[in-house]
C-alpha cells in the first residue's frame, strides 16, 4: 500500500477523532476505584495485518510459466496479499460495559474482536486484558458429521472445560438449545437454526471474564434471540464487559451501553449507542 | 510502546493527555493479550487440555468414516486392505527375497511401523495450516491439535496391530516372552512421532508448499526405511565409496523402530546392534527438539 495513502488516511482519522473527543465522556468521570469503572480491555493504537493466500488474479491464475518467471524476478507470492484489516484502534473498555461494533462488511470488525482475544499478534500497538477474554466461537471445534452429545462434550472440552464441569453443564446446554431428542443426530442433519442454537448453548455454557461475540444472534427465531438476549445480559452482570458484533442494530440498541462504529479498520465514531447508530444509518 | 496518537484516546484513559494507554494498563494490572507462556506452565496447559485432545482425535476417527457404509470397519479394513496390496507387490509379483526368512512377515510388519510414522507426520504437518479457523477463534495451547493427530493414529495403529499379530501368527510365528515388549518399542516410537509432528506442524504452518513437498519426502522415506529389503544386508555390498549411505540408513529412526518390531515379533530375524540406541536417542531427540521448536511461535500460530 502506498506510504502517502495511510499516513493520509491516519490524518483524516485524527480529524475525526478530535471531532468525537467529547463524545465518551463518562469514563473520564467515573472513579477509577470502583469496580465497575476499572479497565478490562485497553486497546493501544492497534495495527492487525492479514496475509492472505490464494488470491491471484485472474490474469495468473494457473499459469506454471507466470509463476516460474515472477519467482526469478524475485517479484514474491502473487497469491500472498497483505491486508490491512486494523489501522491504528485506541480505546479502554470497562467492567459493566456491553460495547457494540458495528460497521460494513470488511470494516475490520471480527479482525478487531480476534485481536481483542488474543488470537491474532498486533502488528503494531498492543491490546492489554485482564484475565482472558473469549470469542464466542466454538464452531470451528465442532464437526458436523458428529452427534449433538458428541459435539458438546468436544466443544466444551475445546473451550478448556473439565469433565466434571461437562457433566454439570450437559443438560443445561440440551435444555437452553432446545434441539431436543435432536441431540442424538449428526449435526449435519440440522436445520441452520438448530445448529445455531446449539452452538450458542455449547458456547455460553462457560462463564467468561470478557466475552467477545461475533454474530452469534443473527440465526435463530424470535424466541430463541431472546433466550440469548437474557444470556448476554446476565454474562455482562456477573462478569464484566461484552463485545458484540452485529448488523442487526436492534440487538446492539437493546444490549449495548456503548458502540464503536468501525469504518475501513478505524474507528469512526464511539459513544451513546443512539446517537452512533443514528451517524451510521445516515452514512 | 508507542503513544496513542488520538485525542479521542487519551480522553478515555481517563488522565492527562501524557498518560499513554500503556501506563494505565499497567497501573491497573493489565496484561498483554498476546505472550507466550514459559515453557513448564505451557506444559500445564497442555496438560489441563488432555481431554480435549483425547476427544478431539477419537470424534476425528468416528467423523472419518461417517460417510461411509461401512463406517468403523474401515479403521480394520484399511490395514488389512494395505498388507494384501504389499503381499501382492512385492511378495508375489517380484518375487519373494529368499533370503529373508518369513519375509510376509517382514513385509507387513515394515509398512506397519512405517505407516504409522508416516500418517502421524504428514498429519501433524497440517494440523495448524488446516485448522486456521479453530487457532483463531479459540484459546488452547496449540500443540494440543498435532498431540491430538497423534493420538489419532494411535488409535488407528491399534487396529493395524491386531492385524499384524494376526499375519505374523498365521505365518507361522509363535508367541514369546519378548512380544510383552512390543509396547515399549511402540512407546519409543510414538514419542519419536509426538516430536516429529510438532516439528513439522510449525514448518508446514509457515511454509505452506511443505504439503506439496511431503509426499515426496515420505517416499524417499520410505525407500530408505528398509521396508521392503534388509537394510544389513544391502549395506554390505555397498562399494567403499558410498559409504556414507550406510551411516544415513542406519541412523534413520524409522528403520530403527522397523528393526525393533520385527526382531520382537520375528523369531528368526537378528536385528542389527544399533536399533535400540537408535530408537531411544531418537525419540528422546525428536521430542525435545519438535516440543520447543513448536513452542517458540506459540503465539504466531494462526496470523496465516
Redesign the interface.
Known amino acids: 500500500m502506498a506510504e502517502a495513502e495511510v499516513v493520509a488516511q491516519?490524518a483524516k482519522?485524527?480529524e475525526s477523532?478530535?471531532a468525537?473527543?467529547?463524545?465518551?465522556?463518562v469514563?473520564?468521570e467515573?472513579p477509577?476505584a470502583s469496580p465497575v469503572g476499572?479497565?478490562?480491555?485497553?486497546?493501544?493504537?492497534l495495527h492487525i495485518v492479514?496475509?492472505?493466500?490464494g488470491a491471484a488474479s485472474e490474469a495468473e491464475k494457473g499459469n506454471a510459466v507466470n509463476a516460474l518467471l515472477r519467482l526469478l524476478k524475485r517479484q514474491g507470492r502473487p497469491q500472498m496479499k497483505e491486508i490491512h484489516a486494523v489501522k491504528?484502534v485506541?480505546?479502554?473498555a470497562r467492567h459493566g460495559d456491553a460495547i457494540g461494533i458495528i460497521g460494513r462488511n470488511g470494516s475490520g470488525k471480527s479482525t478487531l474482536l480476534?485481536?481483542?482475544?488474543?488470537?491474532?499478534?498486533?502488528h503494531?500497538?498492543?491490546?492489554?486484558?485482564?484475565g482472558?477474554?473469549?470469542?464466542l466461537?466454538?464452531?470451528?471445534?465442532l464437526?458436523k458429521?458428529?452427534t449433538g452429545e458428541?459435539n458438546i462434550?468436544?466443544g466444551c472440552?475445546?473451550?478448556?472445560m473439565?469433565?466434571a464441569e461437562v457433566r454439570a453443564q450437559y443438560d443445561d446446554i440440551v435444555d437452553f438449545s432446545g434441539i431436543g431428542e435432536f441431540v442424538q443426530f449428526?449435526m449435519s442433519t440440522y436445520s441452520s437454526g438448530m445448529g445455531a442454537r446449539l452452538r450458542f448453548a455449547i458456547a455460553s455454557a462457560k462463564t467468561h471474564d470478557v466475552l467477545l461475540i461475533d454474530e452469534a444472534l443473527a440465526t435463530g427465531d424470535r424466541e430463541f434471540k431472546r433466550k440469548s438476549q437474557e444470556r448476554i445480559m446476565q454474562m455482562r452482570k456477573s462478569a464484566g464487559t461484552v463485545f458484540l458484533v452485529a448488523h442487526n442494530l436492534d440487538v446492539i440498541e437493546e444490549t449495548c451501553n456503548r458502540v464503536i462504529w468501525l469504518h475501513k479498520g478505524k474507528?469512526k465514531m464511539?459513544g451513546d449507542p443512539k446517537e452512533v447508530i443514528s451517524a451510521y444509518n445516515k452514512a | 510502546m508507542s503513544q496513542p496518537e488520538s485525542a479521542v484516546a487519551d480522553a478515555q484513559a481517563g488522565g492527562p493527555a501524557t498518560d499513554s494507554l500503556a501506563e494505565l494498563a499497567r497501573r491497573h494490572g493489565l496484561r498483554r493479550a498476546i505472550a507466550r507462556p514459559s515453557l513448564p506452565s505451557y506444559v500445564r496447559q497442555l496438560w489441563a487440555r488432555r481431554h480435549f485432545v483425547l476427544k478431539y482425535a477419537t470424534s476425528r476417527n468416528v467423523s472419518k468414516y461417517s460417510d461411509s457404509a461401512l463406517g468403523q470397519l474401515w479403521q480394520l479394513l484399511t490395514p488389512l486392505l494395505n498388507a494384501g496390496v504389499y503381499f501382492l507387490m512385492f511378495g508375489v509379483i517380484l518375487g519373494q527375497q529368499k533370503d529373508i526368512p518369513n519375509y510376509t512377515a517382514f513385509l507387513i510388519t515394515g509398512v506397519f511401523i512405517f505407516t504409522f510414522t508416516q500418517r502421524t507426520v504428514t498429519g501433524g504437518a497440517k494440523s495448524i495450516s488446516g485448522n486456521l479457523s479453530m487457532i483463531r477463534a479459540l484459546h488452547f495451547p496449540r500443540a494440543a491439535l498435532p498431540l491430538a493427530y497423534a493420538v489419532q493414529e494411535l488409535q488407528q495403529l491399534a487396529w493395524s496391530m491386531g492385524v499384524l499379530t494376526a499375519i505374523v501368527l498365521l505365518t507361522g510365528e509363535s508367541p514369546t516372552i519378548r512380544w510383552l515388549l512390543v509396547p515399549v518399542a511402540l512407546l519409543l516410537q510414538l514419542i519419536f512421532n509426538v516430536g516429529a509432528s510438532l516439528f513439522m506442524a510449525r514448518v508446514g504452518a509457515f511454509a505452506r508448499d511443505m504439503n506439496q513437498l511431503l509426499p515426496f519426502i515420505m517416499r524417499t522415506w520410505l525407500y530408505a526405511s528398509g521396508v521392503f529389503f534388509s537394510i544389513p544386508a544391502r549395506v554390505d555390498d555397498l562399494p567403499e565409496s558410498l559409504s556414507f549411505v550406510r551411516y544415513v540408513l542406519e541412523l534413520n529412526p524409522v528403520a530403527a523402530y522397523i528393526e525393533l518390531m520385527r526382531d520382537l515379533l520375528i523369531h528368526e530375524h537378528t536385528p542389527p546392534q544399533w536399533a535400540w540406541t537408535t530408537a531411544i536417542f531418537w525419540a528422546v531427540f525428536a521430542l525435545v527438539v519438535g516440543f520447543w521448536y513448536f513452542w517458540r511461535a506459540e503465539e504466531r500460530y494462526g496470523r496465516g
Open positions: 491516519a482519522a485524527r477523532a478530535q468525537m473527543e467529547r463524545v465518551w465522556p469514563s473520564a467515573e477509577q476499572t479497565p478490562t480491555v485497553i486497546v493501544d493504537d492479514y496475509k492472505v493466500y491504528g485506541s480505546f479502554v480476534r485481536a481483542i482475544a488474543g488470537l491474532l499478534p498486533p503494531k500497538g498492543a491490546v492489554f486484558t485482564d482472558q477474554p473469549s470469542l466461537g466454538v464452531n470451528a471445534a464437526m458429521e458428529l458428541r462434550v468436544l472440552y475445546a473451550m478448556g473439565s469433565p449428526p474507528i464511539d
